[in-house]
């Protein structure tokens, strides 16, 4: 029987590498929209962080998102991330 190959991403954050269903996936679209992808299959720029409160705080004060998708992430983002984590 095959086994089934698990994907892997690295969080932009920690650098730690995780499964994809432990990450969140976080988009600049070709529009420049910045938009949070909890499909994982969205058209564009992507970056994955951990579904952690710390990562997240950790990624707002290192501007960790911003450098990976090369713009500014408005406050909003953070906002709708911090949702999906504590929902």
């Known amino acids: 029987m095959k086994v089934k190959k698990i994907p892997m991403r690295t969080c932009v954050v920690s650098g730690e590498k995780c499964e994809k269903k432990d990450l ?4 600049k679209t ?3 929209e910045i938009l949070v992808d909890e499909t ?3 058209n564009g720029r992507g970056a994955y962080i951990k579904k952690d409160m710390q990562i997240l705080e950790k990624a707002q004060k290192s501007k ?5 998708l090369e ?3 408005p406050e ?6 911090e949702k999906v984590i504590m929902p």
């Open 24 to 27: 969140l996936r976080i988009v």
């Open 30 to 32: 070709p529009l420049g």
């Open 40 to 42: 994982g299959k969205k």
């Open 64 to 68: 960790a998102l911003d450098r990976k």
């Open 71 to 73: 713009c500014t992430v």
């Open 76 to 81: 909003e983002v953070y906002k709708q991330i």
